[in-house]
């Protein structure tokens, strides 16, 4: 014998090995899917955003003050609390 084992306790000792890769690979292949999936869902979870003109159009039926200095997000954050 090689390594000073019989040929039964090689087997176990190789099927250790084996079998400790594949649990590895395994949980490496969850871990890039739970991070997929949170990609998806991030994805999903952001509508996509008017334009300032359009938000600018919005303010203005709302009739938000101030409307015409405001940029972007702060025409969005008017518009959503003047609609509440």
Do not use: F, H, I
């Amino acid at each position: 014998m090689m390594s000073g084992m019989s040929g039964g306790a090689r087997v176990k000792a190789t099927a250790k090995v084996v079998k400790s890769k594949t649990v590895k690979s395994k949980t490496t292949t969850a871990k890039k899917a739970v991070k997929a999936v949170k990609a998806v869902k991030a994805t999903k979870a952001t509508k996509p955003s008017l334009t300032k003109a359009e938000w600018y159009a919005k303010a203005s039926a709302l009739d938000v003050k101030g409307r015409s200095k405001m940029n972007k997000g702060q025409l969005e954050k008017a518009c959503a609390s003047c609609s509440k």
